[in-house]
């Protein structure tokens, strides 16, 4: 068999570091985080700290990683190399699956925000909606990285200003910040559970750092960028989460946050911002479609390399040669996704309720097996991968208290398992990947 064409090279540095730079800012964080707000309350911020000392904590991991593992800069690339073709098969398939699903989840809520303005059947929304975003990344990778650069670009700046704001209005109005904080049923309303069961929402809204490690493999000096972007997480968790998330908590009670509501649009509305519902609106619809952009690029990578492998058919390994794009994974990814959003429409209570609930578990598996990669690779100074560890047994542990998220562990243990299983008794090709170590 003949060896894979070469995906291109055109990355460059500055497209590595805001992919990284958006990939924990999606709609996520400007929705998302109500749900947490107001369920923890205001010591919610600790769950955000927590969670956010474990992103920090996995990104060191991969860039560890990739300081050892040349040529195997992507992190499923890394897990693979430190424990084997079987956790690699796991990691590839899970990875590829969470984001197949994000995908279609977020092409549903592109399509919904779009349907009050442009006048055409919501499914012929939705496939055109997909198809554009396809059509993106199917021009080049420099296209899939310059339009992310300023999907990106216009999230930090929208959480600059809304930053900005926040700070004048706590400088210029008289805001009772100590009532807001304290006197609304305290600083822990819900007690310390409610803490724990935080962290996995939050940390759902904070994934998507790792897609800087498979985009750094198309760029000109892979090992140089995943350091100097993972070197960025803890500035991003610290200005964009904790920031912003402290300035909500002191400027609104946080007992008028509504779940499913953006806390930002109602900040900017308690201060009378002037548009600030139009522009929160194309905020969050650049969010989404910023996450859209990343699941087709990433899911066509991660196909690429399953198949480059043997953990996937060959067929997946043709690169067109103009645009050095793998055009079959990316089709063939979107193509799962469409299905994905069709099943929201005709099995939303079963298929897709199934696939959205395996996304968090899969997530908290694949940060256990690159820490566990790192601890076998690298045991030196294991401290921090024992406190990573350490925080996903939490994140577990309070998903299996929560009747709400319980079930995420339960099927994603399930589906794990039978991934597993069909690493053992599928037939596979053969690798076209050199694993030595």
Same mark, same amino acid.
């Given at each position: 068999?003949?060896e894979p064409d070469q995906l291109a090279q055109s990355l460059r540095t500055r497209h590595i ?129 310059? !339009? ?201 209570g079963l298929i897709f309720a199934v696939l959205v609930s395996l996304t968090g578990g899969f997530?908290? !598996? ?16 294991p401290v921090g991968a024992y406190v990573a560890l350490a925080l996903i047994a939490m994140a ?17 243990? !399930? ?23």
């Amino acid at each position: 068999m003949t060896e894979p064409d070469q995906l291109a090279q055109s990355l460059r540095t500055r497209h590595i570091v805001m992919i990284a730079l958006g990939g924990v800012i999606g709609a996520g964080f400007f929705i998302g985080s109500s749900a947490a707000l107001s369920m923890g309350g205001p010591a919610v911020i600790v769950s955000y700290v927590l969670a956010g000392l474990l992103v920090w904590l996995v990104n060191s991991m991969m860039r560890d990683l990739a300081s050892v593992t040349p040529g195997r800069a992507s992190f499923l690339g890394q897990i693979r190399h430190a424990l084997g073709d079987r956790f690699g098969f796991v990691a590839g398939w899970t990875y590829w699956l969470t984001w197949v699903t994000v995908i279609g989840v977020e092409a549903i809520a592109v399509t919904s925000m779009l349907t009050p303005y442009i006048p055409v059947p919501y499914a012929v929304l939705e496939l055109l909606v997909l198809g554009a975003m396809t059509a993106v990344n199917l021009l080049s990778v420099k296209g899939y990285g310059e !339009f992310e650069y300023w999907f990106s670009a216009i999230k930090v700046l929208a959480i600059i200003v809304f930053s900005g704001i926040g700070f004048w209005a706590l400088g210029v109005h008289s805001i009772p910040v100590k009532e807001n904080l304290f006197s609304h049923g305290g600083v822990l309303p819900h007690g310390l559970l409610a803490l724990l069961a935080v962290i996995p929402t939050v940390l759902f809204s904070m994934g998507g750092s790792e897609i800087a490690t498979v985009a750094a493999v198309e760029s000109d000096n892979t090992e140089r960028n995943i350091a100097r972007a993972t070197r960025t997480i803890p500035l991003r968790i610290g200005v964009f989460y904790l920031v912003t998330i402290s300035l909500i908590l002191c400027l609104v009670p946080w007992t008028d946050i509504v779940p499913g509501q953006s806390p930002f649009l109602l900040v900017l509305n308690r201060f009378h911002v002037p548009f600030a519902g139009l522009a929160m609106g194309v905020v969050i619809l650049v969010a989404a479609l910023s996450s859209l952009n990343s699941g087709i690029y990433v899911t066509s990578r991660i196909l690429y390399e399953l198949a480059e492998t043997g953990d996937a058919p060959s067929t997946f390994l043709v690169v067109e040669p103009k645009t050095q794009l793998p055009r079959r994974a990316l089709l063939a990814s979107v193509g799962s996704s469409i299905f994905v959003a069709a099943t929201a429409v005709l099995s939303p209570g079963l298929i897709f309720a199934v696939l959205v609930s395996l996304t968090g578990g899969f997530m908290l !598996f694949n940060n256990a097996l690159l820490v566990l990669g790192r601890l076998k690779i690298m045991p030196r100074k294991p401290v921090g991968a024992y406190v990573a560890l350490a925080l996903i047994a939490m994140a577990i542990i309070a998903m299996m208290i929560q009747p709400e998220t319980r079930s995420q562990i339960e099927m994603g243990a !399930f589906a794990i398992i039978v991934i597993l299983l069909a690493e053992r008794f599928l037939p596979r090709a053969k690798s076209l990947q050199n694993n030595a170590p």
